[in-house]
């Protein structure tokens, strides 16, 4: 088992554990929704896709991304995914990416969607 993401207690006031399934998608989340520089000891961790919820939309920019984000998620999540495909939209103020996924411990192929929205001004 493995710590819950984001850390939580759960009924029995116990540090929250998530299974292998969850665990390799809240893994995902991490990679995603955290911007370089934002942890200590490892300034390159994340992909910086939070920043997009900001930026003008384009074709040009959601293929940029899109690479990011398969990139960063090659680097940190390697040993654990094969990442078949990564789709970014960017709607108005409100950021999904799809990551289609194969998990290496199980063989198993995963779709997870992520959502995000700015915040309200």
Do not use: C, K
Not at 105 to 120: G, H, I, L
């Amino acid at each position: 088992m493995h710590l819950a993401y984001p850390f939580r207690f759960d009924a029995r006031a116990r540090t929250a554990q998530a299974g292998d399934d969850d665990y390799v998608r809240q893994q995902i989340e991490q990679v995603l929704f955290t911007s370089p520089g934002e942890r200590v000891n490892r300034p390159d961790f994340g992909s910086g896709v939070l920043q997009l919820v900001f930026a003008p939309n384009s074709q040009e920019l959601a293929a940029t991304v899109q690479f990011l984000v398969q990139g960063a998620l090659q680097q940190w999540l390697g040993d654990l995914i094969v990442v078949d495909a990564v789709e970014i939209e960017a709607e108005d103020a409100r950021l999904v990416v799809r990551v289609v996924y194969l998990n290496r411990r199980t063989q198993q192929r995963s779709v997870a969607d992520f959502a995000r929205e700015a915040p309200a001004p």
